[in-house]
């Protein structure tokens, strides 16, 4: 379900894959990045999710005082939770945040509990991290029409497009 949408931020909740999808909605306004991301930590500490996704494609190239704050406030928060899994949705195209986020954990690395990892687009972030779920489909249609886009461009792509459905492998005559 929808638990939080604002001008920032739209994050969604599903009590059954443990999970917590959250990502930037807020254009290039950075006035509410710090109350956005508090709030999104306080959600994940609230229902205590095992896994949760960050979509940062639309995030603008965030602050030398932001990246304090996160470093020294949101980071540290994080690192409290019962997390398992991370992903980080962020284009290789967008350099400046995605060394910022890399930054930000690798100053953190040996405190971090659990597995990050980075994809491009958010459709094949949400397969990894529900395993995929036959749930996705339905979350998918809930965050469309919740959410507003937030990939940039989709020829971008180094996964492959999430097709939700998974196929039995071809089995070869013998």
């Not at 940062?56 to 019962?82: A, G, I, K, R």
């Not at 529900?130 to 971008?156: F, G, K, V």
Request: aromatic residues 10%; proline residues 6%; contains cysteine.
């Amino acid at each position: 379900m929808i638990v939080f949408c604002a001008k920032e931020l739209c994050v969604q909740h599903d009590e059954e894959l443990d999970m917590m999808r959250a990502a930037w909605v807020g254009g290039r306004n950075m006035r509410g990045f710090r109350e956005a991301f508090s709030k999104f930590q306080k959600l994940l500490a609230q229902f205590g999710v095992g896994r949760a996704l960050l979509d940062l494609n639309t995030l603008p190239e965030v602050s030398v005082y932001d990246q304090l704050w996160l470093s020294t406030v949101f980071m540290p928060s994080l690192l409290l939770l019962p997390l398992q899994k991370v992903v980080v949705v962020l284009s290789p195209k967008n350099v400046y945040n995605h060394q910022m986020v890399e930054g930000l954990l690798m100053a953190v690395q040996l405190l971090i509990r659990f597995d990050v990892q980075f994809f491009a687009q958010p459709d094949a972030a949400m397969q990894w991290i529900t395993d995929y779920s036959p749930r996705l489909p339905i979350l998918q249609q809930e965050w469309n029409q919740h959410c507003a886009p937030t990939s940039r461009n989709t020829d971008e792509v180094a996964e492959p497009q999430a097709s939700y459905t998974l196929r039995k492998p071809l089995r070869l005559p013998s």
